[in-house]
Structures are given as structure tokens and as C-alpha cells.
């Protein structure tokens, strides 16, 4: 694939104001590592990592409102101040990063689980409408710092479409034509970490999140994801030519999007393989 052609330079610019940038690509193509040298280079911009509270996106954070959260309050008695610190409240919803609380208490981040928007838990249509409500908020917001974000434009909402909702292609790219025609085009940017071997990629991940004693966790967890989904029931998933197979269709509708919607909004980086020449915004 080719990369986006840009210039380097350093420093905040003329036009960086309210821009932003979203970082997506496969699991294991290097997405976190991207958005911190993103942060690095321009410290003006506020990162919102996966599991963060976010604008435009809900993945790992518990969605509710106020009869629920005061529930989970009750609930969890001995937790109720880092709840709170890991709260914000959005009008009439709570939005609780559950996954930044550390404790040992039995259940309590599975129960906070069945208050995401994610994994089939609200209907095809409430999902949509949340997403795109979301973003309509962002596009209305008056130029500020600039921004980034982490799997929040393809990654966990692709996932619910393919693996819970299960759309077909024309009906994911609908959606996308609706989330992209909300953006403010001249503040939006998508850098897209191209995998040209999927298969090398996913090993690799499956080596690297191991324990000690050489337990392919990441691996364990994902398969357990899929195969407990709509589409891995009805696909009969198995094994790592599954989970490969589910990737490697991901990005190419991810590479039709771009190409047939997003165009020259995104710039593609090879994974792992780009220069810093290509981490300047555009402008």
C-alpha cells in the first residue's frame, strides 16, 4: 500500500485547532504505540486511549443511567469513591471507566460489563443512533486543542457489526457514509496502520501478551470473544484460521470504507514500518 505524503515539521500549527486524529488499524499493528508518539510529538493534543472516556466512543466504559448507576453505588459500598472519580456524567447518562478500577472484588468488572453499549447489549438501531449521536456532538464543538483517538472510529464499532450485528458489507457502509457525513471534514483525520501479512501480525501478538509460563492470554481471550459471538455460533469458529480469517476480512472492508468514503481523510502507514517523517498532521 502506499503511504500518505506529508511534510515534517515540528511544533503546533495554524489549522491544528480542534483537528481530529483517529489511530486504527488491526489488534497487534501498533495502534497504542502509535497514538504515544503521536502524544510525544504534539503534546498539545489530548489523547483518549481505548478504555478512556471519550467523546465519540464507549468501548470499556459502562453506559447508564442514573437508576443504574445508583444501583452500582449501592452495590459496591467500598468502591463507591473510585467510581466516582472514574465517572462522568453526560446529561442524563453516567459513563463509568470500570476498566481503571483496580479491585479484587468478586464480579464487580463483569458486572459493570452489561452496561457497555457493545457485545449485542442494546439493539442494532439504539447502537447506531448513540455512535452518530456522539459524533454530531463532536462536529458542533468550537475549535480547541486538537485530539486523538484509539480505536474509536473502526475497530469496536466494526466489531459489533461484524461479530454481533452481523451487517452485511453494503449495510456497514451505509452507516459510515451517515458517521462520516456528520464529521467536520477539514478536522478529521484517520491514520490507518496497513497490515500487509495479517497472519505474521497475529502470531506475533499471541507471542508477545504471554505469561511467564508461556500462556497465550491475548490469544485465550480473543478466541473466547469470537466464538461466544453471533457470528462465531453461526460460523462454527474454532481455531487461529478463524480468528485470521475474521481479521483479514475486517481490514479489507475497513480498506473499502477508506477507499469509497474516507479518501483522501486518511493516510496509510505500513505497521511497524513507518517513518517519523510520517507523523506530521496534515495542513
Known amino acids: 500500500m502506499e503511504t500518505g505524503e506529508m511534510n515534517c515539521c515540528n511544533g503546533k500549527r495554524e489549522g491544528e485547532e480542534g483537528m481530529h ?3 486504527e488499524g488491526l489488534q497487534g499493528s501498533g495502534k497504542s504505540t502509535l497514538l504515544q508518539r503521536f502524544a510525544e510529538r504534539y503534546p498539545h493534543f489530548h489523547p483518549y486511549r481505548e478504555g478512556d472516556y471519550c467523546p465519540v466512543e464507549l468501548a470499556w466504559c459502562s453506559y447508564m443511567d442514573q437508576e443504574a448507576y445508583e444501583a452500582v453505588l449501592a452495590r459496591y459500598p467500598s468502591l463507591e469513591e473510585e467510581i466516582r472519580r472514574w465517572t ?5 447518562r453516567f459513563i463509568v471507566q470500570y476498566t481503571r478500577i483496580l479491585t479484587d472484588t468478586p464480579g464487580f468488572h463483569k458486572d459493570m460489563e452489561q452496561y457497555e453499549i457493545y457485545n449485542g447489549r442494546v439493539d442494532g438501531k439504539t447502537f447506531q443512533t448513540i455512535i452518530l449521536q456522539r459524533y454530531e456532538q463532536l462536529a458542533a464543538l468550537e475549535p480547541g486543542e486538537g485530539n486523538l483517538y484509539e480505536c474509536a472510529f473502526f475497530q469496536n464499532i466494526m466489531e459489533e457489526f461484524l461479530l454481533y450485528q452481523q451487517l452485511g458489507e453494503e449495510e456497514i457502509l451505509d452507516f459510515y457514509k451517515r458517521l462520516y457525513a456528520v464529521v467536520e471534514k477539514k478536522r478529521f483525520c484517520l491514520y490507518y496502520l496497513y497490515e500487509e501479512e495479517p497472519e505474521a501480525c497475529v502470531e506475533q501478538i499471541c507471542r508477545e501478551r504471554s505469561d511467564e509460563e508461556g500462556n497465550q492470554l491475548w490469544y485465550l481471550l480473543m478466541m ?4 461466544n459471538s453471533p457470528y462465531g455460533k453461526a460460523h462454527r469458529v474454532q481455531g487461529f484460521a478463524d480468528l485470521l480469517l475474521h481479521l483479514e476480512n475486517r481490514q479489507k472492508l475497513e480498506m473499502r470504507v477508506i ?3 474516507l479518501g483522501n481523510s486518511v493516510r496509510i502507514l505500513p505497521a511497524k514500518r ?3 517523517s510520517d507523523l506530521t498532521l496534515p495542513g
Do not use: H, N
Open 21 to 23: 486524529v483517529f489511530i
Open 88 to 92: 462522568v456524567r453526560e446529561e442524563g
Open 224 to 227: 473466547e470473544y469470537l466464538k
Open 259 to 261: 477507499r469509497e468514503i
Open 274 to 276: 513507518y517513518a517519523d
